[in-house]
Nanobody
């Protein structure tokens, strides 16, 4: 059973930064794609960034490219999302997700979710 525990959300002014962490346990993650989705009120959950655990290759949503960076610490089984130059449109609940053997793509493909952490960016 995969467990994902997020931390690091909060309230920040536009232009500020936050770092989200996702501590993973329950498996060996060499064959996993891990990353972050977000869901704003009234909107669908969308993939923000993902990383292939074994090789470290990454993907980003166009609107966060150049501002967000996903990384992982293999020794700590933890995935990070460094978010810089935050804008109000980044306000959402951010969810850590994991998927075995295949890339994270859409929410319906995901079996393992964290509990979510709120990120609020004020203007």
């Amino acid at each position: 059973q995969v467990q994902l525990v997020e931390s690091g959300g909060g309230l920040v002014q536009a232009g500020g930064s936050l770092r989200l962490s996702c501590a993973a346990s329950g498996r060996t993650f060499n064959n996993y794609s891990m990353g972050w989705f977000r869901q704003a009120p009234g909107k669908e959950r969308e993939l923000v960034a993902r990383i292939r655990w074994s090789v470290g290759s990454t993907y980003y949503l166009d609107s966060v490219k150049g501002r967000f960076t996903i990384s992982r610490d293999v020794a700590k089984n933890t995935v990070y999302l460094q978010m810089n130059s935050l804008i109000p449109e980044d306000t959402a609940v951010y969810y850590c997700a994991a998927r075995r053997y295949f890339d994270l793509v859409t929410p319906r493909d995901i079996a393992d979710w964290g509990q979510g952490t709120q990120v609020t960016v004020s203007s």
